[in-house]
């Protein structure tokens, strides 16, 4: 039998921080120990964690890792490797590759990749379209996080825009569904505007006034009449604006939410003013949007408005990110700092430490019914990160671990590191190196 004992840690887990060790056996977490310094297990690898922060590991519910068909940005097992180095052992990788993720067979591609090449944990959405409501039906519930529909174009040009098929899906799919909201009218209107006073050769800064407040509203409450009139359950990925903010609620727990809300970190570190800083690196959809939508999100996620943090890492080459707004491509990397990010914030006194968990372990893992993860308890799998907050170290390309190879944190000098990382009670990253025997499992989902 495996045992290790991760001893004399700062345990943050549950809203609660405490002295503690704990012991994982083979994959799971045999036992925690509070407040007890001397503990001794027999035959156990042991590792001091003196001083150190001891979390449950990160769970990612929206990433793009690229694979199939767009694997010079990134695959699974670049991807993977970024996100154990960040404290990420479960991912959710979304549909718009090539070919999309549309298909049962196109699902089981992945699945069967994410298990030959993982050092995550893995699962995959299934993509929502026009016409695969057939498909959608087909599906085990018990595999999948949930259906993604693009509500607006983004990357791969999944646009789910015939009304009839919006409301047979949002009717008949019986199942989490997760939705990329922009209103593609109000998108294109404003391009019209925009070009037709200033030409085409748009800067960064129109972004953010053509993926506007309104288009993003229009499409997200579009969305919760469906979902609530259908009574769906609906889960608003990358919110980034203080008025979608109305369309969700903190009066009942998550278990009993139908309509759910996620941030992503970039929307809670950025605004608008930071793009003559940052240029088309800090281009994304939804857009970047002003300091009263941050300063909004940021007290969304502290007080249960908004429930889970995320990344929605989307990796692009830097090449692919030159051009003018209409033309750069939107999306970055961030796995592998999602989590440092917050804990920075947390230091800043934006977030506690025990909010910064609750909202990237222990929420997902509700929101999406994932089995045994997301917590440090006896008999769930030992997904565990040690953080040292002490540590200051400056992201530059020769810790880059993502394909692309830049980050839109270049430069910046976070005061916590990811020490080290277990995916189910494997050390698979270890003070900078990657133990490339470790591969994850794939993510189970209750059903009932």
């Known amino acids: ?9 700062t345990i943050i887990n549950e809203g609660r921080t405490f002295a503690g060790s704990v012991l994982i056996e083979n994959d799971k977490i045999a036992a925690v120990y509070e407040n007890e310094v001397f503990v001794s297990v027999p035959d156990a690898n042991v590792i001091d964690a003196t001083g150190k922060f001891l979390f449950p590991g990160v769970i990612d519910d929206q990433v793009h890792f690229r694979e199939p068909g767009l694997t010079h940005k990134g695959d699974i097992a670049s991807e993977s490797r970024a996100a154990v180095a960040g404290g ?7 549909p718009n590759t090539k070919p999309q993720t549309i298909t049962i067979n196109d699902l089981e591609w992945k699945l069967q990749r994410g298990a030959e090449t993982s050092v995550a944990n893995y699962s995959f959405f299934f993509g929502g379209t026009n016409d695969n409501i057939g498909e959608i039906r087909k599906l085990d519930r018990s595999r999948v996080p949930g259906l993604k ?28 569904i997760a939705i990329h909201a922009e209103k593609e009218e109000v998108i294109k209107r404003n391009i019209a505007h925009y070009t037709g006073m200033y030409g085409e050769d748009l800067d960064i800064s129109f972004h953010s ?3 506007s407040e309104e288009a993003c509203y229009a499409s997200s409450s579009e969305a919760v009449e469906l979902a609530t009139r259908l009574n769906s359950r ?21 278990k009993e939410k139908k309509i759910t809300g996620e941030v992503c970190v970039h929307h809670l570190w950025f605004h ?3 793009y003559g800083l940052f240029g088309n690196r800090i281009k994304w959809n939804p857009s970047i949007k002003t300091l009263a939508d941050r300063s909004a999100l940021r007290e969304a996620v502290n007080n249960d408005t908004i429930d889970i943090v ?8 830097l090449s692919e990110k030159e051009g003018n707004c209409l033309i750069a491509v939107s999306g970055g990397p961030l796995v592998q700092h999602s989590l440092v990010v917050m804990l920075e914030l947390a230091m800043e006194g934006r977030f506690t430490y025990e909010k910064v968990v609750e909202k990237m372990a222990h929420m997902p893992a509700e929101l999406f019914h994932i089995e045994r993860r997301g917590y440090i308890r006896p008999g769930y799998y030992a997904d565990l990160v040690l953080v040292d907050p002490k540590q200051t170290w400056t992201v530059a ?13 270049e430069g910046y000098t976070f005061h916590h590191a990811v020490s080290q990382t277990f995916v189910n009670g494997q050390l698979v990253y270890d003070n900078g190196r990657i133990n490339d025997t470790v591969r994850g499992m794939e993510v189970k989902y209750l059903t009932e």
């Open 209 to 211: 006034k053509i993926r």
């Open 88 to 94: 990420v052992t479960t991912f959710m990788d979304m």
């Open 1 to 9: 039998m495996n045992k290790i004992l991760i001893k004399n840690a």
């Open 310 to 317: 995320a990344t929605d890492h989307a990796p692009h080459l």
């Open 397 to 409: 390309k020769d810790n880059i671990l993502y394909r692309c190879g830049w980050s839109p944190f």
């Open 272 to 274: 608008d003013g930071d």
């Open 149 to 176: 529909l693009f509500l607006g174009s983004s990357t791969g040009n999944m646009l789910v825009d015939k009304r009839d098929s919006l409301e047979r899906i949002f009717g008949e799919a019986g199942m989490l």
């Open 234 to 254: 609906l889960h608003i990925l990358h919110l980034s604006t203080e008025k979608e903010l109305t369309l969700l609620s903190n009066k009942l727990p998550l």
